[in-house]
């Protein structure tokens, strides 16, 4: 193979047998154990997808009560919990982000949270700078949907445009919902100042694009409608050189639970009956089509496979990428 490195037998022995033979003297300063970071790595991942560099960013993490999937049974949570070794209680989420590279634009799907979800969230300007990403070079920023996960991190701490030349896309039809005020009087008040910050997030993109249903944003880059979480909620299909990556979103938000159990919806679906259908319907289309997904929610980078099938009566299994050294 071109371009990989190969060690054959006599040169890994020859290598290890110098090895063997150096003496392993370390300077009295060296000697001592360093004190632990205490800290994460920055969580950055790319891939490709044909002549497309996708980098997943994360955005930080937050927990989710098991409480907010009202139909979930309670026994089959703990048992899923404890076949996948995690505690019981709350559910560490992640909150990732895709900058997608398609050699003449560079476009962000999804913003994070921002300053909106408290501390745990927000790094996405800290994990782009790592991954050498400038956020003033970003074309356009793309939503799945508008919630504050996903909007709220377009904006800086001081109220100004994190992209100052993005352009924003989102659906028509969410961009209607969220500046619906009849929409707005029908909701608690605490939901009500997630329609206020929404609308202050977009607010400060003077360039906004709706598009419609199967609407192609840039080549090789197709809105996929996905509703029921929100009313516009939106995939984003990329294709190239005969690859493919669905970007869906919030389809799943709690992995350990919902491949298992696709019909147990979260309490923030706007239409909850709808987001089950939808989920439904997407999982059977990418396990029998083996497409590459990437979700907002799934544990960090948030890519893999899902295959029909697992444990426990598991209606499917999510199969994570394995980590690629070279893209």
Known sequence: ??????????????????????????????????????????????TTVGGMEVTALSDGWFDLSTELFPGADPAA????????????????????????????????IDAGAGGV???????????????????????????????????????TAEGKPLFPNAE???????????????????????????FDGIRQAA????????????AEVVPGLTAVALPGHTPGHTGYRLTSEGETLLVWGDVVHAPVLQFARPEWSIAFDVDADRARTTREAILAEVADGRTLVAGMHLDFPGLGHVARGGEGGAAYTFVPVKWEHAL
């Not at 048992?79 to 962000?108: C, H, K, M, W």
């Not at 924003?168 to 997630?194: F, G, S, T």
């Open 203 to 214: 607010a400060l993109y003077p360039k906004v694009r709706k598009v419609a249903d199967g």
């Open 1 to 46: 193979m071109p371009g990989v490195a190969r060690l054959s037998r006599r040169a890994f022995l020859a290598s290890a047998a110098a090895c063997a033979l150096a003496p392993l003297v370390l300077p009295r300063g060296l000697r001592a154990a360093q004190p632990p970071a205490g800290t994460q790595v920055p969580a950055v991942y790319r």
């Open 77 to 108: 949570v703990k048992a899923f919990q404890e076949g996948a070794f995690l505690p019981g209680g709350p559910l560490r989420t992640s909150l990732n982000t895709y900058a997608v590279n398609t050699g003449e634009r560079l476009i962000l």
């Open 117 to 155: 979800f408290g501390p745990t969230a927000g790094m996405l300007p800290k994990h782009m700078a790592a991954a050498g990403l400038d956020p003033a070079k970003v074309d356009l920023v793309v939503l799945t949907h508008m919630h504050p996960d996903h909007i709220g991190g377009v904006a």
């Open 168 to 194: 924003l896309v989102v659906h028509e039809a969410e961009w209607a919902y969220w500046h619906d005020d009849a929409a707005r009087a029908a909701v608690p008040d605490d939901v009500k100042a997630w």
